[in-house]
Structure formats: structure tokens, C-alpha cells
Nanobody, 114 residues
Framework: QVQLVESGGGLVQPGGSLKLSCAAS????????MYWDRQAPGKQREFVAV???????NYVASVQGRFTISRDNAKNTVYLQMNSLKPEDTAVYYC????????WGQGTQVTVSS
């Protein structure tokens, strides 16, 4: 059974940093595409970042240059390093394993506020 467990969320001041982790079991992450998505209060869930099997990455424009998605194959974990955080980054962040698995983590709350 494929499972994703997220961690690393919390409360941070504007301009601060957080690093989210998504640890996988039941699948080798280097063989799959992994996404980070987020859902802010009252808004639809949106794409944030992706890393492919080959290690290519892509980001939504609003986080380009501030967020970095990466993968540690030895730990079977994907990360989202978030720098220069803004209040509008406040959301529940989810890691999402792409097809054919289509598995979501439980989500981790990120709150950016002074």
C-alpha cells in the first residue's frame, strides 16, 4: 500500500522559511512524478511544484524563485523548501504522487503571519 506522510508545516513570519517533507512508503519515488499542491481557505486547490522521475522541476509563477522542490532517493522523500514566504502562501500543503498511483498525503498547515 502506497502512503505519503508530510511534515514540516507551521507558523512563520513574512520573509521566513520552512521546509516541508513528504516521506513515501510502498513506492520508490524516483520512479514517479511527485507534486506539491496547496489549498488556501475559501480557494480551490492549486498546483505549486512538480518533480519528474528524471528530476526535472516546474513551479507555479507565484512561487518561482522562492520555492525549491527536491528529492532524496536514499530517504525516499520529497521536499519543498520555501523561502521569502508571504501571507498569501498561507495554505494547507499536500504532496501528491502522480499516475498511476494518484495518492495524496494528509496535508500540512503553513501559516505566514506576523
Amino acid at each position: 500500500q502506497v502512503q505519503l506522510v508530510e511534515s514540516g508545516g507551521g507558523l512563520v513570519q513574512p520573509g521566513g522559511s520552512l521546509k516541508l517533507s513528504c516521506a513515501a512508503s510502498g513506492v520508490i519515488l524516483s520512479t514517479a512524478t511527485m507534486y506539491w499542491d496547496r489549498q488556501a481557505p475559501g480557494k480551490q486547490r492549486e498546483f505549486v511544484a512538480v518533480i519528474t522521475r528524471g528530476g526535472s522541476t516546474n513551479y507555479v509563477a507565484s512561487v518561482q524563485g522562492r520555492f525549491t522542490i527536491s528529492r532524496d532517493n536514499a530517504k525516499n522523500t520529497v521536499y519543498l523548501q520555501m523561502n521569502s514566504l508571504k501571507p498569501e502562501d498561507t495554505a494547507v500543503y499536500y504532496c501528491h504522487l502522480g499516475l498511476p498511483y494518484d495518492v495524496w498525503g494528509q496535508g500540512t498547515q503553513v501559516t505566514v503571519s506576523s
